[in-house]
């Protein structure tokens, strides 16, 4: 779908190849001479903008949190997300704090509740007097600030009459470690401090993500964030496309703002498509991909306890789908045996690449008049059985004119290759749009299997492939998980979770990667947030939506989940161990160009 030499081109930008390291331990204090640390002091007390100082505890004060108060003169500098030094002279230490409540505003010379406050506010054009006014508000302390310019946790607050000043923005990203090779967009009031992340850090994409938001609020554009970042850093990219929004990023971003905004704050990031892209589509669905793929799944590669859990098999239809599928292989097993003629045998067919496909399943299930009218795969079910073989073979036909599975009418539809999945620097983009949700979720199944089976047996950078490329991290999205498997299903649904849970544990070794997005949180199983390590929080305005994040998610000073509900389009509170503490971001527009849907 895209020339080699645009992928050559794609190749000269500068790449960093994720190792298998730790991160390399910030500088001490010992380590940086005493005439630059003298130099750094000196520096950061010119650029300092005083804002207020640290207030007396009142009641409800917590450890991590202290009170300011700002004058009138200052009060200009007060917002919240602010990130300001707290300098306590009393114990020698500077804190790097972040505002997260106020500015809250009260009246000097008289009560807020007076008569005279009341009277100058009601009716401001009959009273000459207006008293004057100081702000107050809550930092949240994030640790001890070292002469380096390291942060460390701490085991005290600051003390009352402390200065607070705003911290220079051109050292905030090193003191938050926001520095990397991945760009994600800038800090929230920071237009000129990057959010980045270390590709080669296994805590982050290994580690599985979640993104989360409401329609609108800019979830569909981190997705295409991340998978642009994880692609341009070498990975190879799985994604499932329910909404067909990802089928056009061979091309560039073509929306005149988005475009004009990527240039001017993120020029390394100008509008471009992903050079190696490719979209696949089942036999019967339609696409808005110029050149797609089509595609079908093996029934018989998919484990058979998540065909019962996706397609809602009952006790009596799973003991019958677990005799016939054995059957099937006991009858492909037999078929590929020699004769016991000899050598006046014909010679033995080759073996089936796979023992059964949907339409043995589903023929062997008709009625054959030769054994009373029982099913060809079970003749020895009793007669009262015939309604579950029945119904069992519905399900199967259901199934199969979804067209993603095999069966007759995807004869000559090829087989998914899933060592064409696993290509550095390539993007593959599933539009199940046209799919129903069995047949889509028994396909994730498979995909997921399938990956996680190759990443197992190859380690990353040995040779995959018949061409023996090495074997790159990759990095499976998955859009709308929660029609995947929901909190409601989650019960009946045990065998997917177990997948789920074992690819997550098992394959973050491997530096295979999962990200679930989804517009409804409230639906998501609790073992599903637990995956997620690092969580890109948008705007979710409904209490159903935001309280399993907020409960699963922890590190987040209670006061900032108050801006969850009024974030705007495309800002997001982002949370996750790679993160010294949770930040909010404006997330950088996507290079590439997004389908948007109804």
């Keep these: 779908m895209s020339s080699d030499t645009e992928v050559e081109a794609e190749a000269e930008e500068p790449l960093e190849e994720p190792e298998d390291q730790h991160d390399a331990p910030a500088p001490t204090d010992q380590e940086i001479p005493a005439e630059e640390l003298e130099a750094t002091k000196a520096s950061l007390a010119r650029s300092l903008i005083t804002l207020g100082f640290v207030a007396f505890d009142g009641p409800g004060t917590d450890n991590t949190s202290s009170g300011v108060m700002v004058s009138e003169q200052l009060r200009r500098h007060f917002r919240r997300d602010a990130y300001v030094g707290v300098n306590d002279t009393e114990q020698g230490i500077t804190f790097l704090g972040r505002v997260v409540e106020g500015p809250f505003h009260s009246p000097h010379e008289i009560g807020p509740d007076s008569a005279i406050s009341r009277t100058t506010l009601l009716h401001p054009e009959r009273t000459q007097f207006r008293p004057t006014y100081y702000a107050a508000g809550t930092i949240e302390i994030l640790g001890e600030v070292t002469p380096s310019e390291n942060v460390l946790p701490t085991s005290t607050r600051p003390r009352p009459y402390s200065q607070v000043f705003i911290y220079p923005s051109d050292r905030l990203r090193r003191m938050l470690g926001i520095e990397g090779d991945m760009q994600l967009g800038s800090l929230l009031g920071y237009d000129d401090v990057r959010v980045e992340v270390d590709s080669a850090n296994k805590g982050f994409l290994p580690r599985n993500a979640g993104i989360f938001g409401t329609v609108g609020s800019g979830k569909s554009n981190t997705t295409q964030v991340l998978m642009e970042e994880a692609i341009r850093a070498g990975w190879a990219v799985v994604a499932i496309d329910v909404e067909g929004e990802y089928v056009r990023m061979d091309q560039g971003n073509d929306e005149p703002h988005l475009a004009r905004l990527l240039e001017e704050r993120f020029d390394e990031r100008r509008p471009r498509g992903i050079p190696d892209f490719r979209v696949y589509v089942p036999n019967a669905g339609m696409t808005d991909a110029p050149n797609p793929l089509p595609f079908k799944v093996p029934i018989a590669d998919v484990p058979e306890e998540i065909v019962a859990d996706v397609l809602e098999f009952t006790e009596p239809q799973v003991r019958m789908w677990g005799a016939i599928t054995g059957q099937a292989r006991r009858n492909a097993e037999r078929a590929s045996r020699p004769a016991r003629m000899g050598a006046l045998a014909a010679p033995a067919p080759p073996p089936p690449a796979r023992p059964y496909d949907l339409s043995d399943l589903i023929d062997g299930l008709q009625e054959d008049p030769t054994t009373g009218g029982m099913p060809l795969l079970s003749p020895k079910l009793l007669s009262t059985e015939k309604a579950t073989a029945s119904t069992l073979r519905n399900k199967l036909y259901k199934l199969g004119r979804s067209e993603m599975l095999d069966w007759g009418p995807t004869r000559n539809t090829p087989y998914l290759d899933v060592d064409e999945l696993l290509v550095k620097r390539r993007l593959s983009v599933f539009d199940v749009s046209e799919t129903n949700d069995s047949a889509r979720n028994i396909a994730i199944s498979f995909l997921l299997q399938a990956l996680f089976d190759r990443v197992i047996a190859v380690a990353r950078g040995e040779p995959i492939g018949k061409d023996g490329r090495p074997r790159p991290p990759v990095l499976v999205v998955i859009e709308e998980v929660h029609t995947f498997v929901s909190r409601a299903s989650a019960g009946r649904m045990r065998a997917v979770l177990d997948q789920l849970q074992v690819i997550s544990r098992r394959g973050r070794k491997r530096w295979m990667g ?32 935001l309280a399993p994040v907020r409960a699963t998610t922890g590190g987040v000073h209670e006061a900032l989940w108050s801006t969850v509900p009024a974030l705007g389009q495309g800002q997001c509170l982002l949370t996750g161990s790679v993160f010294r503490n949770p930040v909010f971001v404006q997330m950088r527009p996507a290079r590439s160009r997004r389908m948007h849907t109804a």
């Design 514 to 545: 999962l990200v679930l997005v989804s517009q409804q949180p409230g639906h998501v199983p609790e073992e599903l947030f637990e995956l997620a390590n690092t969580r890109f929080i948008h705007q979710l305005k409904s209490a159903g939506n």
